[in-house]
Structures are given as C-alpha cells and as structure tokens.
Nanobody
Framework: VQLQASGGGLVQAGGSLRLSCAAS????????MGWFRQAPGKEREFVAA????????YYADSVKGRFTTSRDNAKNTVYLQMNSLKPEDTAVYYC???????????????WGKGTLVTVSS
C-alpha cells in the first residue's frame, strides 16, 4: 500500500482544514488507518484511527471533539477533518496503515509522506 497525505497549510487559530490520504493498491479496504503527527523537537504521536470498515474511530484526548476521521473505500481515501484548530496542533501530519487499529507508530506497516499543518495564533 502506498499512501500520500495532502491538504495541509497555514490556518488561523479556530479555523479548519481537511486532510486527505490517498492510497494505491487493491488491499486498502482491508487495512485500518491511522493519523499521526510530529511537531518540531517532539516524538511522533497518535492523533486518530479508523477501522477497515469505517465503523469504529478512535482519537487522542487532545483532539477529541475537534477532529473527525472518515474513509471512503471506493475512493481509496481516508480523511481527517480538523476543526477549532489550535497553535499546538501545528505539526507534520502523517497517515499510516496497519492490519488492525493501533495507536503506536512502530506498529504501523505503511506510511505516507507527511503534510505540514501550521496554525497561527
């Protein structure tokens, strides 16, 4: 599975962005997908995850209620809708795939190149 995240950019605090992660490969729908982020000088951290069917979603406490992940298996795409953005959300965001839902970066099988999100105060 090859992944490519897009949709990052510069936004003011309180604004919204929607990230997309396009996947290639016919097995996309069999993978759970995760979103992670890495701020400068910090470790990569879990943001959100979605099961292969889209029926279950999971979020880090820091984004719960503000971010929503979804997927369209027909389009081989997973999304991360980010609302009420805060300066501390500034990071490079990555999408990743794994056979089951996991929140540990080391457990993910495939990674896309990240997309930078910058939230100004």
């Amino acid at each position: 599975v090859q992944l490519q995240a897009s949709g990052g950019g510069l936004v003011q605090a309180g604004g919204s962005l929607r990230l997309s992660c396009a996947a290639s490969g016919r097995t996309f729908s069999s993978y759970a997908m995760g979103w992670f982020r890495q701020a400068p000088g910090k470790e990569r951290e879990f943001v959100a995850a979605i099961s292969w069917s889209g029926g279950s979603t999971y979020y880090a406490d820091s984004v719960k209620g503000r971010f929503t992940t979804s997927r369209d298996n027909a389009k081989n795409t997973v999304y991360l809708q980010m609302n009420s953005l805060k300066p501390e959300d500034t990071a490079v965001y990555y999408c990743a795939a794994a056979p089951t839902v996991v929140a540990i970066p080391a457990a993910m099988d495939y990674w896309g190149k990240g997309t930078l999100v910058t939230v100004s105060s």
